[in-house]
């Protein structure tokens, strides 16, 4: 996949994730969590801009993936502790950092090129050879319908919460005299 396809695509497998991550954690959590996914989104595509560094090389691998997950858990709990945006913790940016590279690499076993996942563990290639990176309908479809199922995700989400929001403001208005 090019990088809209990779966008696109883990955004379409973030999307479910938005209502369930704000009923446990929060909305800004869940938000977070989206920003984490789709920056992951091409971040292992960076090693073609690297000429010592293989397409589809080290970048590609599960260890990358678990590497990322790291970095994001770090990032995750710095955004906690200063108060802004996430409430989850390390183990809510690993394992979505981790998942978003996962995405990544899910996206590109469909190609004919594929990945060699477990390397320099183990050789074993994997692919599924269902379409070419370069097909642009592709890409495009998974950009839109990805896009799409984030945004409405998101949005029902908010609006499922909004009868908590006219409640508080009901209370408010009740607390300052301003109820009828």
Not at 27 to 46: I, M, R, S
Not at 133 to 149: D, E
Not at 157 to 173: D, F, I
């Amino acid at each position: 996949m090019y990088r809209d396809g990779h966008a696109g695509f883990n955004a379409l497998l973030y999307a479910p994730f938005v209502p369930l991550i704000t009923a446990s954690y929060s909305l800004e959590t869940a938000l977070w969590g989206a920003v984490v996914t789709l920056a992951a989104a091409n971040l292992p595509d960076l090693d073609q801009s690297l000429e010592r560094i293989d397409h589809r090389g080290p970048t590609h691998t599960i260890w990358f993936a678990l590497l990322f997950g790291f970095v994001a858990g770090l990032g995750t709990m710095l955004v906690a502790r200063s108060g802004f945006g996430s409430s989850g913790g390390f183990g809510f940016g690993f394992v979505i950092g981790t998942c978003g590279i996962l995405a990544h690499l899910a996206g590109d076993v469909v190609t004919p090129m594929g990945i060699s996942p477990f390397e320099p563990v183990s050789q074993v290639h994997v692919t599924l050879a269902w379409f070419k990176s370069k097909n642009g309908l592709i890409n495009r479809t998974f950009l839109v319908i990805g896009t799409f199922a984030l945004v409405v995700s998101v949005l029902l989400t908010v609006v499922q919460q909004e009868p908590t929001l006219t409640s508080m403001s009901a209370t408010a208005g009740e607390l300052l005299g301003l109820a009828g």
